[in-house]
Structure formats: structure tokens, C-alpha cells
């Protein structure tokens, strides 16, 4: 019960943190009174901002104006009128494609790969100092490589995304597999199972808890990444949404994409989440 | 029957030895096992006590010197040779069913679900786990975790049962109720079985013969003790027994004095083959 | 004879008096049917372009025969398309391809490319055409590249700079089919500038432009080396993509920007910045950005190049047309295409606009769209990448102009449309001040005492 008390009291908490800041957020840009600068003639007006025909800049929206701004945008998510003109949804929807086709066939390599990896001390080392050079190199780095290479942005975008997500999947399999408890392997031996039984029966569910958790810091990492990769390719996806309302400066869009980017990581790190606790086992 | 040889036969130990540069932990050790047999092997902890055990499962391979099984030189681990581990070794992401399943399908690759499991839960009913099926090790106490382990040993009907001081993670009194178990499993089965222990009187309880180690290095099996007292044995009244004090008290002398003065080079015209045999009991 | 082999030879200058690539046509007057003077012409141009040595040229001509040799080069150059898709007047002949990507990037210059679509143009011209906003110059050009783009809207130096292998890995032959603008940028500066209106107060000042190879970095670096300042020494300039011309200069990472409208009025809009100057007092009739294909384009489908040109010469003349500009602003702003407020694309179109010094001016020549690709443009563009280094080695100036700027094809187009086409494409500039004799080049650039070749 107590515990119950705790949540109810750490909600209010958040929704109370939350109401101040979007207060003084509002207070700040709006707060400031009526226009007080240089009172322009009418036709000079009407080529520029309210702002700046009161003398001054155009301000940061308020959380008012994006509230504004986002209902209107989930009005109605996925129109699509003309190649440079869809909806957010839509967007949404090209990023998680892309985020999911290079992840999964990461994954389809990684794990594999982290499995004959962290059965074989030889390749063990061998490989090492590759992943180790490779690993820390920022998924943007691979890019220009990648376009000038595969020359289609959407596939590079794809690669991008594959080449930042293989790397805490393949070293979580690999270490997953390294440390799966030598009794229960002598187990699988004294009962003759055989290499692939005992891979799919022992090692795998030992390892799962492992390659999850490397999943997950995967799906977080390409999550990022296709942001920054549509960002600099365009074209489709949320991140060239976001650069787009950049282009028009509209700031309200901006901090509405940075909300949904937020809201989709979340989700699909919870959904990871609900596969590691299914695999998870305790001692 | 102990010690007829010939078809009775099962395990031969021929000549094993393990080394590590600069040291030998044993070296020229040889002993048998026969059909039905319990034999226990008593020594202090360095005397390579465990190596022996897993170089009769097949996870090890000694230095020199081999291990026939049933006249054959065995080349690793086998069905035929089961072993219950110190630790209960259950896979902890499957239930105590599941666990001895995984053994009676290796077993069995042919038989269908349904009869694996049948047969998996008839193992545990012997054991007396018939409620605790479906918990998972972690929801188990560690008597019951080491009777899924028993349960699954026997489920495979080995030729051999390999015990490597399986109760001495255990509460005295649990350790007694399954050492109790284990020898009315092992007598109404016929089961041959090789056990490693440093608790005397469990040795008294189970055994046909204790093999007594020196004191490593170069440990060496000084004496082999014949244990005469009538089966059935209980532990309530097993110190009741004629015989059972002289026995006790051989044995005790030995681990406490003799393991230590024996230990190192054997004397002039030391036979490694045959050791000397006492039977304290008829003394 | 292995030149004979080479797709894009550099041409010497044809017996029509100016220099031209192979694939075209030099005679200015050609019939429209393909045969005649103009297929002669052709004939002799291919010739030309396969054995540039004349006595080789007539040693082989009178062993062989022009038509032997010719009929030989028929599979190097598919000389019998070009001749025929630059011979179709309208009605067009059935474009190769029909289904084209073009890329832009969302500025005002990309009016043209982008007005063909709701204007119908391409369709018009048997052409389903998608236009796709693109996030920078670098990805237009290596989309390019990559043939993901059928053509694309490029700053006009870019495939001049491509095609002479600079800036890019190696030599990838573009062309400017057609110029989109003229004139249409500006010089804007931060607010707390407003006194320091000379340039040569501005020692010191972080400058940003849309690209290297962008007529607005040649055009600032002039500008500030004509009052005095070494432009990579006495200031700073940077790359920045346009749209963060305004938010840098509102977080004070710049004090201003030779950019791309409509960022200039939108800092005016926002109440960052003010309009110093207006490119076309620099250079009244500059080229800005361009309508770029691979020469490949050329010679694989010169019917669907043919039938592009057309819609886009259609589109640049409609939308140089005053009357049409307001409606142009109405059909651009919105979120396909530009997405920007109404307000901001109109006062560029239309001219009346706010200066950012509390002042409304009024020049309906702020930008205009004239499609034709001077060849002397191309030559002080050239004269500029040698001035400042970019390009480290001399090159024959006209040679590159004609490889590059396609003003035959541009010239022929606008003619169908019943535009003036100028007699040459080499025309005495003035520029900042100066004339520019493009036929000069070297003494035009020998005459500049902040230079870095």
C-alpha cells in the first residue's frame, strides 16, 4: 500500500514539475506585455512579423502555441499531398520502417555472428580489435561512405542505421555466449546433446537476457541515428521533418518532433523491454 | 560380488594422471567399479578429486593413462555415465519438468512431447517433486533443486551414476534425507554409482567401497576400505551397527593422520594397482 | 584513336565560330528537320570532336570518306538521336523516359523547377515529373551522382566545378541546361550592424554563404576584396545551408550572410536582420542557380532532355513575368514546396519589400528567371575558382563554358517559345564596377591585387 502511495505521490510530483515549467515557459514568452517598441505604418507592417514590426524578434513559441500546433498536426496525421507535403504520421511510419529493416538485419548478422564469437576464444581475438575500431565511430561518420558507395540515399540511411545497431548486439551475443555457465554446458555434453541443441536449448536461453539488453541499446542507438541520417539525406522520415520545419524556422513543429521522436523511443524501448522480461530468468 | 572383476566389470581407471608444469596432482592411479557397485572416493580437498570425476564423465581428459567403460576407451561425455553435479546445475530458465525433460528427450530424440514428458514427470514423482513440477529452480528450495538434479541423472537410466560431493551445499538435515533417498534409489535400481565426498559417515551410509586418497600432490589412492555392514542401512541406526565404530574411526584416523603422513612418493614395492584392502569392520 | 572512344571530348572551336560539344548543333539557324546545314554541321562537329588534329582529320577523311568515318562513329556518339530530338520543334517527339525525379532545394531560386509541376509544363510536354525537396547542396549533388535525380537544381558553378573534377572524387560530367535565376540574393546583416555599412568596416565579421561553389561565396569574396579586405584573411566565411543563415545569425554565430532568398526577407520577417544589399547591384544579371543534367542525360534520351528543357525554359519565362509573380508566391509557400509564410515569398517575387531599416522598397527586378546560360557567365565563374585556388590549373576557359553552359540547347528551346535568343553567349559583363570581357580572361583576372593563385 505504501508503495502504491509512493507512485500516486511521484506522479503528482511529475504533473506538478511539468505545470511550473510549461507556467513559466508561457510566463516568459508571453508574459512580457503588449508590443512596447516602434509603432510601424500599416503597409511595412504587414511585411513583417508581429514581432518585428513591434521592434522586436520573433519570439520562442509558447506552450500554448505548439499545443495549437499539435492538435492541428494529429488532426489529421497521415495526408499526403504531393511528394514534399505528408503527414507526421506518415513520417513517423518511413523512419520506423527504415529504423526496423537495418536493425533487424543487424540483428540477423549480429547474433549469429556474437554466437560463434563467444564460443570461440580464437575468433574471439581475432576480431576484436576490428570491432574495437569500428564500434566507437559515430554512425554519421559512415554516411558519405555509404552514399557514395551504395548511391541511394534510402538504402544508405538503411546501412546507417545497420552498421550504429550491429555493434552492442554483436558484443552482448558474443559476451552472452562467452559467460554462459560452464555446468550447464557440461550438462548439455553428459547428455550427448548435440551442437545445435545445445546452442538453441542452453546457450541461447542463457544468453537471452544479455542479447536483450544489447537489443535494446541497439533500437536506442538507431533510433537516434535515423534522426541525424534524415536530417542530412531528407527526403521522407521524421528527422527530415524536423529539418524541414528548421528550414521554415517554425520552432512550435520542432519541439512537437522532438516530443514524438521522445514518445516513439520510448515505445519501442518498452516493447524490447516486454521481449527481455519474457526471456529473463532468475537464480 | 565387489570386487570380482571380469564381466561384472564396468569402469576401469588405468594408470590416469593430471599435471600442470612443475606439479602433479596424481599420477599412476588406478581403481574399478563394478556392476551394482557403490564405490565412494574420500580425501581432502587438492587431491585432484574432482579432476577424477570429470575424467570418468568424459568432461576432462586425463594426461596420461585412460578410462574403459564396459571394456571400451570412452573418448568424452556419455548418456551412460550421468552426473549430478555439486552444484545442482539446473538451467534456470525451465521448470523442474522442463529440466528433466530436457534429459529424457536427449535420451530419447525419438519419443514424441507427451511421452517425454510422462516420463519426465514420472522421474520426479520418484523423487517426490510431483507438486513442484512446473516452478522454476529459483522458486525451489536447494533440496528440491538437487533432487530435480537427482531426477534428472536417473531419467537417463545410466549404466553410471557420477555423484561429485552432491550435498554439500546442503542443511544437515536435508543431507541426510537425501542421502537416505539416494540409497534406496540406488538400491532398488541396481544403479552402479561413483561417488566423491569428504563427509565420512555418508560414505559409510552409501557405500560398497571407499577408495581413501593421500593428501595431494602426487595423491594416490593408499587404501581401499570395504564396507561390510548390512544393507539396508539407516542413518537413524547405522551407528548402531557391529562394525560401524572400527569403520568409522579407520577412516577418520586416516583423514586425519594418515592422508597426511602418506602423502608424497609411495614406498619401495608400492603396487599402484593394487592397493591395500581393509575391511575394518571384521577386525 | 583512342580518343575516338571518348564520350565528352573538349572541343576545339567549330567552324561556326563559337565552340560547342559534339552532341550539338552550332549553327544557330538551323532547319528544324534535321538535315541541311544543321545535320552537316553535326556531321563535321562529330569529326571534329573524334580527330581534333585537322591533318589527321583530312588525312583520314580523304582515305576513307566522311561517310565510312562517320557511320563508324555512329556507335560511339548516337549522333542520329541528338540530331533528330534537337530537330523537333512542337510538337515533341515521345520522350525516352517519361517518369523523372528532380531534385530542389527550397529557395525562391527554384521557382522555375518548381512552378513546371503546378503549371502542368512537364506534363505538357509528355513528362511525369516528381519534384523533391532536398536538405542541402552536397545531397543534391551526390544524389545526382547517384542517378536518384534524373536532373537537379544546382547552384550554377556546381557542375562547372563537378564536371572539372574539383570538389567531388572524380571528373562527372554535368551541364547547365538552363540557368533558373538571375540576380535574387542579397547581402543581410545582423541588426547591430546597422551603422557599419561600408565593407570596409566589416574586418573581422563571420560571413556565411550556401556553398563553395556558389556564385554567392565568388560574389562576396569580390565584393569585400574590391573594398580593400583579403576575404580569407580579414573575415570568415562559411558554408551554411540556408535555412541556418537566419537561426545563426539570430544566436550571433554570424554577422551576416551573402544567402538564398527567401532567407534574406525572413530575417527581416523575424526581426534579425536587414537587406545591406541586393546582389544586383553587384552584378545586374547574375546567374544564381541552374537546371543541371548529366551530360548522359544528353545523349541516352535526348528526347526526354529535349522535352525538360522545354517545360523548363516554359517555366522560367512564366515565372519572370511580373504580372504572374504574386500568383507564383501563392503557389510556392505552402508546404510541398518551399514552406514558408506567404508574406515572406511574395515581397521577394514582387519586390516591394521590408528592408529591415524600417523602410519599404520597391524593385521589381529583385530576382528575375531568364533561362539562357551566357557562356561568359561560366568564364568568370571559372576566373573566380582559379582566383581563389579552388581550382589549381589552368584550363581552356571557353572550352569548359561550351562543355558546361549549354547555351545552344537553352537558346533553341526559348527560340520554339518565341524568346529572344542572343546572337553569342559571350557578352561583356559589368561587375562591381568593372567590365568583364570574357575573351579577357586572363587580363580581367591578372588586374585583381587580392588573390590567391
Not at chain 1, 107 to 120: D, E, H, N, Q, R
Not at chain 2, 32 to 46: T, W
Not at chain 2, 55 to 79: F, K
Not at chain 3, 321 to 333: E, G, L, S, T, Y
Amino acid at each position: 500500500m505504501a508503495a502504491k502511495g509512493e507512485a500516486w505521490r511521484a506522479a503528482l510530483l511529475s504533473a506538478l514539475l511539468l505545470a511550473v515549467l510549461l507556467g513559466a515557459w508561457e510566463w516568459a514568452v508571453k508574459g512580457g506585455g503588449g508590443p512596447g517598441g516602434p509603432t510601424v505604418d500599416a503597409e511595412l507592417a504587414a511585411l513583417l512579423s508581429p514581432a518585428a514590426a513591434a521592434g522586436g524578434q520573433t519570439a520562442m513559441p509558447a506552450p500554448s502555441d505548439i499545443g495549437a500546433r499539435l492538435v492541428e498536426l494529429l488532426r489529421d496525421p497521415f495526408h499526403q499531398r504531393g511528394t514534399n507535403d505528408q503527414g507526421i504520421g506518415i513520417q513517423i511510419a518511413w523512419s520506423l520502417w527504415r529504423v526496423m529493416a537495418g536493425f533487424l538485419l543487424a540483428a540477423a548478422i549480429a547474433i549469429p555472428l556474437g554466437f560463434v564469437i563467444g564460443m570461440s576464444p580464437l575468433l574471439n581475438a581475432a576480431l576484436n580489435p576490428f570491432i574495437q575500431v569500428l564500434r566507437p565511430v559515430s554512425p554519421l561518420a559512415w554516411m558519405p561512405l555509404a552514399l557514395y558507395t551504395i548511391k541511394d540515399s534510402n538504402i544508405s540511411s538503411i546501412f546507417v542505421i545497420f552498421i550504429c545497431s550491429i555493434w552492442p548486439m554483436l558484443l552482448n551475443t558474443a559476451f552472452g555466449v562467452a559467460s554462459v555457465r560452464k555446468e550447464w554446458l557440461n550438462v548439455a555434453r553428459t547428455l550427448e546433446a548435440g551442437r545445435w541443441r545445445t546452442a538453441m536449448r542452453v546457450i541461447l536461453p542463457a544468453a537471452a537476457p544479455t542479447i536483450l539488453t544489447g537489443m535494446r541499446i541497439s533500437i536506442g542507438i538507431a533510433w537516434l541515428v535515423i534522426v541525424a541520417a534524415e536530417m542530412l539525406v531528407g527526403g521522407t522520415g521524421i528527422g527530415y521533418w524536423v529539418w524541414n520545419q528548421w528550414n521554415n524556422l517554425s520552432i512550435a513543429d520542432i519541439v512537437i518532433a522532438i516530443l514524438m521522436i521522445g514518445l516513439v523511443g520510448l515505445l519501442l524501448d518498452r516493447a524490447l523491454g516486454l521481449v527481455a522480461r519474457a526471456v529473463a530468468w532468475q537464480e | 560380488m565387489p570386487g570380482m572383476g571380469g564381466a561384472a566389470r564396468i569402469v576401469s581407471i588405468e594408470g590416469i594422471a593430471r599435471r600442470f608444469p612443475g606439479l602433479t596432482v596424481f599420477q599412476d592411479l588406478w581403481f574399478h567399479v563394478d556392476r551394482g557397485e557403490f564405490v565412494c572416493l574420500v580425501g581432502h580437498s587438492g587431491c585432484g578429486k574432482t579432476t577424477i570425476l570429470n575424467i570418468l564423465a568424459g568432461l576432462d581428459v586425463p594426461d596420461e593413462g585412460g578410462v574403459l567403460v564396459d571394456g571400451r576407451e570412452i573418448s568424452g561425455p556419455s548418456l551412460d555415465r550421468a552426473v549430478i553435479f555439486q552444484g545442482h546445475a539446473l538451467m534456470p530458465w525451465l521448470s523442474a519438468l522442463e529440466n528433466v525433460a530436457f534429459a529424457v528427450s536427449c535420451r530419447n530424440p525419438g519419443w514424441d512431447k507427451a511421452r517425454v514428458r510422462d516420463a519426465a514427470r514420472a522421474a520426479l514423482a520418484r523423487v517426490g517433486l510431483t507438486q513442484a513440477a512446473e516452478r522454476k529452480p529459483a522458486q525451489l528450495s536447494g533440496g528440491m533443486k538437487q533432487r530435480v538434479g537427482i531426477a534428472r541423472a536417473l531419467a537417463v537410466e545410466p549404466k553410471l551414476l557420477l555423484m561429485d560431493e552432491p550435498f554439500s551445499a546442503l542443511d544437515a538435515l536435508t543431507r541426510g534425507t537425501l542421502q537416505e533417498e539416494v540409497s534406496r534409489l540406488v538400491t532398488e535400481a541396481g544403479q552402479t554409482a561413483f561417488m566423491i565426498t569428504h563427509d565420512v559417515d555418508e560414505a559409510i551410509l552409501l557405500a560398497d567401497r571407499i577408495l581413501l586418497m593421500t593428501n595431494g600432490p602426487e595423491a594416490r589412492v593408499a587404501e581401499v576400505v570395504q564396507n561390510t555392514l548390512p544393507r539396508p542401512r539407516a542413518r537413524a541406526n547405522l551407528h548402531h551397527m557391529p562394525g560401524y565404530h572400527p569403520l568409522r574411526d579407520h577412516i577418520m584416523d586416516f583423514l586425519i593422520t594418515r592422508s597426511r603422513t602418506l602423502a608424497g612418493k609411495p614406498p619401495e614395492g608400492w603396487d599402484s594397482r593394487r592397493p591395500p584392502v581393509v575391511v575394518p569392520a571384521e577386525a | 584513336m583512342a580518343r575516338m572512344f571518348r564520350r565528352d571530348p573538349v572541343l576545339d572551336v567549330c567552324a561556326c565560330g563559337v565552340g560547342h560539344p559534339a552532341a550539338f548543333a552550332c549553327a544557330p539557324e538551323a532547319p528544324p528537320d534535321g538535315t541541311g546545314e544543321m545535320g552537316r554541321v553535326v556531321n563535321e562537329a562529330a569529326l571534329r570532336a573524334a580527330f581534333p588534329n585537322a591533318a589527321t582529320r583530312r588525312g583520314l577523311l580523304s582515305l576513307f570518306g566522311a561517310g565510312t568515318l562517320l557511320s563508324a562513329l555512329e556507335g560511339v556518339l548516337p549522333l542520329g538521336n541528338v540530331r533528330e530530338a534537337l530537330a523537333q520543334g512542337t510538337p515533341a517527339a515521345a520522350p525516352e523516359k517519361r517518369d523523372l525525379k528532380i531534385g530542389f532545394i527550397p529557395i525562391t531560386c527554384a521557382t522555375p523547377i518548381i512552378m513546371a509541376d503546378p503549371m502542368g509544363f512537364y506534363r505538357r510536354h509528355g513528362l511525369n515529373v516528381e519534384v523533391i525537396r532536398t536538405a542541402g547542396w552536397a545531397v543534391i549533388r551526390d544524389r545526382a551522382i547517384a542517378r536518384e535525380y534524373d536532373a537537379a537544381h544546382m547552384l550554377a558553378p556546381m557542375p562547372v566545378a563537378m564536371s572539372l573534377g574539383v570538389g567531388v572524387a572524380n571528373p562527372i560530367p554535368f551541364a547547365v541546361a538552363a540557368i533558373e535565376n538571375i540576380n535574387g540574393q542579397a547581402i543581410t546583416l545582423a541588426n547591430k550592424h546597422r551603422d557599419k555599412r561600408n565593407p570596409r568596416d566589416w574586418r573581422g565579421f563571420r560571413f556565411a554563404v550556401p556553398f563553395d561553389f556558389s556564385i554567392h561565396n565568388y560574389l562576396l569574396r569580390a565584393y569585400v576584396a574590391e573594398a580593400g579586405l583579403d576575404p580569407d584573411r580579414d573575415i570568415q566565411i562559411r558554408s551554411v545551408p540556408p535555412p541556418e543563415m537566419v537561426a545563426n545569425l539570430r544566436a550571433d554565430n554570424i554577422d551576416g550572410f551573402l544567402g538564398p532568398d527567401p532567407f534574406n526577407q525572413r530575417a527581416v520577417f523575424d526581426g534579425v536582420g536587414f537587406i545591406h544589399i541586393l546582389t544586383r547591384e553587384l552584378w545586374d544579371g547574375h546567374p544564381c542557380c541552374a537546371f543541371a543534367v548529366p551530360r548522359s542525360m544528353i545523349t541516352d534520351t535526348p528526347n526526354t532532355y529535349a522535352a525538360l528543357l522545354r517545360a523548363i525554359v516554359e517555366a522560367t519565362a512564366h515565372s519572370n513575368d511580373p504580372a504572374n509573380r504574386v500568383a507564383v508566391a501563392q503557389a510556392i509557400h505552402g508546404p510541398n514546396y518551399l514552406n514558408q509564410p506567404l508574406t515572406v515569398v511574395q515581397q521577394v517575387l514582387t519586390g516591394t519589400f521590408a528592408d529591415g531599416l524600417g523602410g519599404v522598397q520597391r524593385v521589381p527586378q529583385r530576382i528575375g528567371f531568364d533561362p539562357y546560360p551566357w557562356h561568359s557567365m561560366a568564364v568568370w565563374i571559372l576566373t573566380q575558382m582559379r582566383r581563389w585556388n579552388q581550382l589549381q590549373r589552368d584550363v581552356d576557359w571557353a572550352a569548359v563554358a561550351e562543355q558546361t553552359f549549354l547555351a545552344l540547347d537553352a537558346g533553341r528551346a526559348m527560340r520554339d517559345l518565341g524568346l529572344t535568343v542572343p546572337e553569342s553567349p559571350m557578352r561583356n559583363e559589368t561587375i562591381l564596377g568593372r567590365t568583364f570581357d570574357p575573351r579577357q580572361p586572363e587580363a580581367y583576372m591578372a588586374s585583381f591585387a587580392i588573390r590567391r593563385n
